[in-house]
C-alpha cells in the first residue's frame, strides 16, 4: 500500500478553497456522488493526526461497503480488528483479545464517514452547513460539513473526491485533532459477496453477546 507523504497530507490539511456552490446545490452534489456507490473495495490509510500536525497513528485498513446495510472494516496494523455488520447484527473481532463482541446493529451510533458512505444523507442540510470548494469541480471536488448543533463532537467534516470517486475524508474534532481516511485501490459498483458481511467466530473464542437474540 503507498504511503501518504507528509507534503501530501500537508496539503490536504491545509486546503481551504472558496465556496463554489451555495448550501442547497452543495447538499444536492454531495449525495449524488454518494447515491453513485452501490459496492465500494478499497485499501485505506488510517492517520490520527494531532492538533500540531503530528502523526499519533497510522492504521492500514481494509473496507468494504455493499448498499443497502454491508459493513466490512478490518484492521491490519497496527492493531488488528475487525468490524462487520449486514444491517441487523455488528460483530466486532479482536484477534488478541480473542473474542468476538455481538451486538445489534444501530446506524445511528456509527461514525459520522460510516453512515455518508452508506449512502445516509437526506437530512445532511438540516445538521451541517455544507459548502463545496477547491479545485476542477470536473476533476477534484471537496465538500465541508460544519455542524449546526453546537453538542457536536466535531468542528468540521471534509470529503474529497477525484473524478467523482471517493478520495479522502477527514474529521476534524473540537480539539483540532482529525481522523483523515485516504481511499487507494478503490473500486466500485463491482460484486460483492453477501457472506462477506456476516462473520462465523473462530473456534475457542470468547463470545460476548450483548443483548443480541438470533
Do not use: C
Not at 497530507?9 to 447538499?27: E, I, K, N, T
Not at 455518508?116 to 477547491?134: M, R
Not at 453538542?151 to 468540521?156: G, I, N, Q
Not at 478503490?186 to 473462530?202: A, G, H, Q, V
Amino acid at each position: 500500500m503507498k504511503k501518504l507523504t507528509t507534503g501530501l497530507l500537508v496539503f490536504w490539511l491545509a486546503a481551504f478553497g472558496v465556496s463554489a456552490f451555495g448550501q442547497d446545490d452543495a447538499a444536492s452534489a454531495l449525495g449524488r456522488l454518494l447515491g453513485n456507490i452501490d459496492t465500494l473495495s478499497a485499501d485505506v490509510q488510517q492517520l490520527l493526526v494531532e492538533s500540531d500536525g503530528g502523526i499519533l497513528e497510522e492504521s492500514e485498513i481494509l473496507m468494504r461497503l455493499r448498499q443497502p446495510n454491508g459493513f466490512y472494516w478490518e484492521t491490519i496494523s497496527p492493531f488488528p480488528e475487525l468490524i462487520v455488520t449486514d444491517g441487523e447484527t455488528l460483530w466486532n473481532y479482536q484477534p488478541d483479545l480473542e473474542q468476538v463482541v455481538i451486538e445489534p446493529w444501530d446506524s445511528s451510533e456509527s461514525e459520522l464517514a460510516a453512515q455518508l458512505l452508506a449512502g445516509e444523507t437526506a437530512n445532511l442540510d438540516k445538521e451541517y452547513v455544507i459548502e463545496s470548494s477547491g479545485g476542477d469541480t470536473e476533476t477534484h471536488t471537496e465538500f465541508s460539513l460544519t455542524p449546526i448543533a453546537s453538542e457536536s463532537v466535531y468542528a468540521e467534516i471534509r470529503i474529497s473526491f477525484f473524478q467523482k470517486q471517493l478520495d479522502m475524508i477527514r474529521m476534524r474534532s473540537k480539539n483540532g485533532q482529525q481522523t483523515v481516511w485516504q481511499f487507494m485501490n478503490l473500486s466500485m459498483n463491482t460484486p460483492l459477496d453477501p457472506d462477506l458481511f456476516t462473520f462465523e467466530p473462530p473456534a475457542e473464542v470468547e463470545i460476548i453477546n450483548n443483548n443480541y437474540v438470533p
